[in-house]
């Protein structure tokens, strides 16, 4: 599978976001998906997962803030950005894998380019 994100860019603080990643291939409804972020000098970080049956899981930090969905009609998957500080400020990435899940590990076996988020 391919994936391709957008939708970064810059906003002020308590601003708004959404992130796109568009996938390619088939069996798009079978992956668990993912968003990940990495700030410049830290770790890649995981921001929200969502398994093939829908259920979600979200980092602490962005938990209430930020959700993630997906179209499976148009193999699309979003990550809506609320609220945003300024260190939500990352290169964000989205990921699929068709075993792995969750926000604690990279585990998974495909990423996309990534798209910046700037929070000023």
């Known amino acids: 599978v391919q994936l391709v994100e957008s939708g970064g860019g810059s906003v002020q603080a308590g601003g708004s976001l959404r992130l796109s990643c568009a996938a390619s291939g088939r069996d798009f409804s079978r992956y668990c998906m993912a968003w990940f972020r990495q700030a410049p000098g830290k770790e890649r970080e995981g921001v929200a997962s969502?398994?093939?049956?829908?259920?979600?899981n979200y980092a602490d930090s962005v938990r209430g803030r930020f959700t993630i969905s997906k179209d499976s009609a148009d193999n699309t998957l979003y990550l809506q950005m609320n609220s945003l500080k300024q260190e939500d400020t990352a290169m964000y990435y989205c990921?699929?894998?068709?075993?792995?899940?969750?926000?604690?590990?990279?585990?998974?076996?495909?990423w996309g380019q990534g798209t910046q988020v700037t929070v000023s």
């Open positions: 990921g699929a894998d068709l075993v792995r899940c969750g926000v604690s590990r990279d585990w998974y076996s495909f």
């Open positions: 969502i398994d093939r049956s829908g259920v979600t």
